[in-house]
């Protein structure tokens, strides 16, 4: 049974910095396994948008324009938890961010195509 967990999330002024955590069990997040992971974020009556993306085995990553530069990944293989540093903070990136993982290559960031997801952690940006 796999199963996400996020924490890490908050309230911070513009300009500040938060890293999220998403500890995984029954999913590996080292590059031992193949698979994809990503970090998604929801924000009162807005879609849910794909933020950024990892693929497990060659580390390869992508961040969505908005957050390129600001935005960047990490694993800690022996607590098989991803890490997103998350640097610049503006305003708009307040919503509920959600970690979700999937077996299926190569990776996107349609939110279908990963089978595993986080309760999601809170992040609060004030201006």
């Known amino acids: 049974q796999v199963q996400l967990v996020e924490s890490g999330g908050g309230s911070v002024q513009a300009g500040g910095s938060l890293r999220l955590s998403c500890a995984a069990s029954g999913y590996t997040v080292s590059s031992y396994s193949s698979g994809c992971m990503a970090w998604f974020r929801q924000a009162p009556g807005k879609e849910r948008e794909g933020v950024a993306r990892?693929?497990?085995?060659?580390?390869?990553?992508f961040y969505i324009d908005s957050v390129k530069g600001r935005f960047a990944f990490s694993r800690d293989y022996a607590k098989n938890t991803l890490y997103l540093q998350m640097n610049s903070l503006k305003p708009e990136g307040t919503a509920m961010y959600y970690c979700?993982?999937?077996?299926?290559?190569?990776?996107?960031?349609?939110?279908?195509?990963?089978?595993?997801w986080g309760q999601g952690t809170q992040v609060t940006v004030s201006s």
């Open positions: 990892l693929n497990t085995r060659d580390g390869t990553t």
């Open positions: 979700a993982a999937g077996v299926r290559v190569p990776c996107s960031l349609r939110p279908d195509e990963y089978r595993y």
